[in-house]
């Protein structure tokens, strides 16, 4: 690590299995000293301060209030921040944005709060990535390993929640910067084949939410060309065999896709297996039972095609239980 630079003074814990140093064409990031086993913990950060307004109200003058109130260290540490590790930030505002996390439990309906992480912002981001905040618990934010990162390594996660449904151009445009990561670098294999994968896993989770990535319906068929099919998911009438090869495919996709990690495994299970157990014919639910048996994703594809077209006793049902959870948008 140059130790001349502001980052080599930003205080790093010294049982973190990371350093910071320069990363080619990012500024600085966070390098594995050592292995990091899947699911392994990373980092627990507790933010410099928080603001408890949406991002865009936020103003210097939040931001140096805040900063008024914390120790000398702190604002020393807060100090050491620069714009993509190098020149220093325009305002105190510009610097809070781009090292904070909105930290409200958003299934709870929390208000937006914003915390001030040095560490974690500088984990540099990936559309592949190695790493993930899963959960929130307090003011803390905790990051693990969703796979095998090797000592060198660098460590990243990704910065937005929903790029697993958006192709290369799309991320980008969020994301304001170029990424190079292996779903992004133009023209080869794999990142053709990401962008159509991507496509399809936003359109199976139209059809089976009835909604695009935003919770709102697309006014124009750009997801599902189809428009009676597009009305048939909006109006939660997808039939059960299809919700559950939808499902099926979109796990597949994610795990070709190398998203696939142990906590998106723990949220998106229970909800296939609650679909699975919803299926009253006799003879769909011999071919669920037998997809679910299967010890691959792709075998259980293979197997749930075997329900495509099938009508099922608890069609009329789920739609009538979906309806009344989800009125029409």
């Known amino acids: 690590m140059s130790a001349d630079h502001p980052y080599g003074r930003l205080l790093v814990p010294d049982e973190v299995p990371f350093e910071l140093r320069p990363s080619p064409g990012k500024g600085w990031g966070a390098f594995a000293t050592r292995r990091i086993g899947r699911g392994s913990l990373i980092l627990s950060e507790m933010p410099t301060f928080v603001i408890r307004m949406s991002h865009t109200e936020i103003t210097d003058d939040h931001v140096t209030m805040a900063f008024q109130k914390l120790l000398p260290s702190q604002k020393a540490q807060f100090l050491l921040l620069r714009d993509n590790g190098s020149s220093h930030f325009t305002s105190m505002n510009e610097a809070f944005a781009e090292n904070s996390f909105n930290i409200a439990n958003s299934d709870h309906g929390e208000p937006e709060t914003h915390g001030l992480f040095p560490l974690h912002s500088r984990f540099n981001h990936s559309c592949v990535p190695n790493s993930k905040i899963p959960t929130i618990s307090g003011e803390i934010i905790s990051s693990f390993a969703t796979r095998d990162i090797h000592a060198g390594e660098e460590i990243n996660f990704c910065y937005e929640t929903d790029f697993e449904g958006r192709t290369r151009h799309e991320r980008h445009q969020a994301l304001r910067f170029t990424c190079n990561c292996v779903a992004c670098l133009r023209g080869t294999p794999f990142q053709k084949l990401s962008d159509?994968?991507?496509?399809?896993?936003?359109?199976?989770?139209?059809?089976?939410?009835?909604?695009?990535?935003?919770?709102?319906?697309?006014?124009?068929?750009?997801?599902?060309?189809?428009?009676?099919?597009?009305?048939?998911?909006?109006?939660?009438a997808i039939p059960l065999s299809s919700r559950l090869i939808y499902a099926l495919?979109?796990?597949?996709?994610?795990?070709?896709?190398?998203?696939?990690?142990?906590?998106?495994?723990?949220?998106?299970?229970?909800?296939?297996?609650?679909?699975?157990?919803?299926?009253?014919?006799?003879?769909?639910?011999?071919?669920?039972?037998?997809?679910?048996?299967?010890?691959?994703?792709?075998?259980?594809?293979?197997?749930?095609?075997?329900?495509?077209?099938?009508?099922?006793?608890a069609d009329y049902e789920v739609t009538l239980a979906l309806r009344r959870l989800r009125p029409f948008l």
Do not use: H
């Open 249 to 313: 495919l979109s796990i597949f996709f994610l795990e070709e896709e190398g998203l696939l990690d142990d906590f998106m495994d723990a949220r998106l299970r229970p909800s296939l297996t609650k679909t699975a157990q919803l299926f009253k014919s006799k003879s769909n639910q011999r071919i669920v039972r037998l997809a679910m048996e299967q010890k691959t994703w792709l075998k259980k594809v293979q197997v749930g095609c075997g329900l495509y077209g099938r009508e099922d006793a």
């Open 196 to 236: 159509i994968r991507r496509r399809l896993i936003r359109g199976l989770q139209y059809l089976a939410r009835g909604a695009d990535l935003d919770g709102k319906r697309q006014s124009s068929r750009s997801i599902i060309v189809d428009s009676k099919l597009k009305m048939m998911a909006e109006t939660f």
